[in-house]
């Protein structure tokens, strides 16, 4: 017999057991049933190769076994990383993840939540920095609401301030402490690759570096400060301009790792050395840096321990009635990258 065939009511004349029974052992109903019956029930169903009907389930426990993982860009090793954290905490737990990705569409966002709702998910965790554009806040905000007032729960990798538990990256602080390093190395004159402007996580690295620099009583150039995409060729293309202006830095910061890498490969093109005509530093440590060379100075955040970290708040224990936020430092790496300036 097919094991698309087999229907529960054969499973139950199998076991010898009522339809009712082996409905409640087979979908997780909260009823009880003895341990005696449920392993006859079991054992017939496995026997037989029955599948259980997903939808039956999620009626019978009022939630499935869907767990939901938003994404901007799944291509880029920082998402990549924090998947792979809540992909794990999610398998150890026996739990299916789906993966949906934005393309840093905060309208997609929502979206996507609002599906997983419909599909009965029983947690949600969302990745990425938040928007300055408060109406998408507000939008995602309150589809976090209903969502949670179904039952659902939701975890969030990002900025604090969504009605949801979050693990929060201190990236004013990371960048503070790589300015603080670089100004230590003999770096008197700085060049940013500041991302987009309306990137959260992009404007609290740039502030944070910028803060660092003014403290030491440097100033920043207007010129020496390019906004792009938060991509590798981003950063490749926002380098490109930076070299064609002019710049008198001695030390270029791109706001995240893949931007850093762009900008390396742009100065190699260029015929620039790195370190030697411009040193270079990132933020994020993604696994992938181990490929570049020179090797990359950049501040490192625990990628998949921050997802574990989300899933835990997602899956675990009861909810918090407000809603905990648990800051993630990141330690300052020094590589090949960067040197103290020739001049």
Same mark, same amino acid.
């Given at each position: ?18 339809? @009712? ?18 392993? +006859? ?10 599948? *259980?009907?997903?939808?039956?389930? =999620? ?6 076994? !869907? ?13 990549? /990383?924090?998947?792979? $954290?809540?992909?794990?905490? %999610? ?30 998910? &029983? ?12 109406? *998408?806040? +507000?939008?995602?905000? +309150? ?22 538990? =979050? ?34 996580? @992009? ?10 620099? /003014?403290?030491?009583? !440097?100033? !920043? ?6 906004? $792009? ?18 710049? #008198?830095? %001695? ?17 190699? #093109?260029?015929? +620039? /050395? ?6 270079? *530093?990132?933020?994020? #440590? ?10 990359? =100075? ?8 921050? $997802?574990? &970290? ?6 675990? $224990? ?19 990258? =960067? ?5």
């Amino acid at each position: 017999m097919g094991a698309g065939y087999v229907t529960l009511e054969q499973v139950a004349e199998h076991a010898g057991v009522s339809l @009712a029974t082996a409905s409640r052992v087979i979908n997780g109903s909260t009823r009880q049933v003895s341990e005696r019956l449920r392993e +006859k029930v079991t054992a017939s169903a496995r026997e037989l190769g029955y599948l *259980a009907n997903a939808s039956a389930q =999620t009626l019978a426990r009022n939630s499935s076994s !869907l767990v939901g993982l938003i994404v901007h860009d799944i291509s880029d090793p920082y998402f990549s /990383s924090i998947a792979s $954290g809540v992909t794990q905490h %999610t398998e150890e737990r026996d739990l299916v993840l789906v993966l949906g990705t934005t393309s840093r569409s905060h309208h997609r966002e929502s979206r996507l939540l609002a599906t997983l709702r419909a599909h009965r998910a &029983r947690a949600v965790v969302l990745v990425g920095s938040r928007t300055t554009d408060e109406e *998408a806040n +507000k939008r995602l905000a +309150k589809e976090i609401d209903v969502f949670r007032g179904q039952g659902g729960r939701v975890a969030c990798v990002s900025q604090p301030g969504l009605p949801a538990d =979050t693990v929060s990256p201190d990236n004013h602080a990371g960048a503070a402490d790589l300015a603080r390093h670089l100004i230590a190395q003999g770096h008197r004159e700085f060049a940013i690759l500041a991302g987009p402007t309306d990137l959260s996580t @992009a404007r609290e690295r740039l502030d944070g570096f910028h803060s660092a620099l /003014s403290s030491a009583g !440097l100033g !920043l150039a207007h010129h020496n400060v390019v906004h $792009g995409d938060f991509t590798r060729d981003g950063g490749y293309e926002s380098t490109r301009r930076l070299m064609t202006m002019g710049t #008198d830095a %001695t030390c270029l910061f791109a706001v995240n790792d893949v931007m850093a890498t762009g900008a390396m490969a742009a100065l190699r #093109d260029l015929g +620039k /050395s790195v370190p030697g005509d411009l040193s270079v *530093a990132g933020f994020d #440590d993604i696994p992938t840096l181990r490929d570049l060379t020179p090797a990359l =100075t950049t501040v490192r955040l625990p990628l998949e321990e921050m $997802g574990r &970290r989300a899933a835990a708040l997602a899956l675990d $224990g009861e909810p918090a009635q407000e809603p905990q936020v648990v800051t993630v430092r990141g330690e300052v790496v020094e590589r090949a990258s =960067t040197a103290p300036p020739a001049r």
